[in-house]
């Protein structure tokens, strides 16, 4: 079993190991400033093709006037593929100009208080679904520090239900449209 375990290791990192640089572990640092971690990992193919697979994790809890407050916690799950204009040797740095489609699923709770109405909503649930394409660029420095900025758009669907805790009323409400995206990511080249 022991042996079998190793195996397996080495087959999924052993080619890594042959063509370093053709992994890429990002993070979005504006998305800190929006109380987001996100951590994207994108993995080079050959024929100027990658994939990413994002993930990110939303919490946060703001007083918007003196009575009024707002919590929410979310995660969301974004796959991506990539398409790179500039033909990369198998000795070169996957980087440059690239254009691609990526998918979005969130989910999350939500609370609104307002203490002066006397106002309270429980865990209102918003799953939200999208898609769209996006164009970018990215740099590498120092053969291991990846830049990257990018932009695009899509179309988001998203549904919110819940219920006022006061009332009993329960809320429920779609809401579809356009949303754009925009982006820029710090990481490693390994």
Known sequence: MKNLIISLLVGMFFPCML?????????????FALSTATVQYERFL???WSLQLGMS????HTVVWDEVSVSVTGVGVTPEVRYYFRPYAS?????GFFGGGW???????????????GIHTDMMDVTAYSGGVLVGY???????LCLEALAGGGYRSSKIEGRMAEAGE?????????IPKAGINVGIAF
């Open 19 to 31: 063509h370093s640089q053709y992994n890429r572990i990002k993070t979005d640092p504006i998305d």
């Open 46 to 48: 050959p024929n100027q």
């Open 57 to 60: 994790l939303t919490q946060f």
């Open 91 to 95: 000795s070169d740095v996957p980087k």
């Open 103 to 117: 998918a979005r699923y969130n989910t999350g709770k939500g609370t609104f208080d307002l203490e002066s109405e």
């Open 138 to 144: 990215q740099h590498i420095i120092w053969n291991r």
């Open 170 to 178: 329960k809320i429920f409400f779609t809401r579809s449209g356009f």
